[in-house]
């Protein structure tokens, strides 16, 4: 991990457990209705044939995927723009393929995960769930000031049996207060 500068937020610029599962929430019920419609376009008797047997899985997986990586990492989801969130990387900007790979990941893993993840957030200082800091970005209020630069540093913890390595934002430290020389 390289020595370079990134972003960081006041902790009450940052989504808590309440705003985040408010997302995952909504992005699931949207996620639903999205697979009903696709459910019912592939079982249609004019689509059916053209699709074949799995044509209808196949187009739900894209969709889905096309939903939570670009869509959420462009613009963000129904469920950003309602709890008023963005996802943004350390270095400020709007996450790449990449990292929303990475959180989209947590997705795939299941409900206990997604728990763990949400819970993480009430012990981390900047509120980044345990995808977060897997994928170097943050979820905070849109325009959210960015409350300074700091250096990016490595952030090694254990945690649920696994040896877990991070990138950390850390401010730069204030000058020391005392009497004057």
């Known amino acids: 991990m390289t020595d370079s500068r990134a972003v960081y937020f006041e902790r009450r610029d940052c989504a808590g457990v309440f705003r985040r599962s408010a ?10 209705g999205l697979h009903e419609l696709i459910w019912w376009l592939a079982h249609h008797p004019a689509t059916e ?69 949400l819970l993480w957030i009430t ?19 849109r325009g959210a000031p960015v409350a300074g630069t700091g250096t990016l540093s490595p952030l090694v913890c254990h945690a649920f049996g696994l040896t877990w390595c991070f ?4 401010p730069p430290t204030p000058p020391p207060r005392g009497p004057p020389a």
């Open 23 to 32: 997302v995952v929430l909504l992005d699931a019920l949207v996620l639903l």
């Open 49 to 117: 044939a053209w699709l074949g047997y799995r044509g209808g899985y196949t187009v739900f997986l894209l969709t889905t995927g096309l939903y939570l990586v670009e869509v959420k990492r462009r613009f963000g989801t129904l469920g950003n723009l309602l709890t008023d969130t963005r996802v943004i990387s350390l270095s400020g900007g709007r996450p790449s393929l990449f990292q929303q790979l990475i959180r989209t990941a947590f997705w795939t893993l299941g409900p206990v995960l997604i728990a763990i993840d």
């Open 123 to 141: 012990g981390d200082d900047a509120r980044q769930a345990l995808r977060d800091k897997c994928a170097g970005t943050y979820v905070v209020r």
């Open 167 to 170: 990138q950390a934002v850390l």
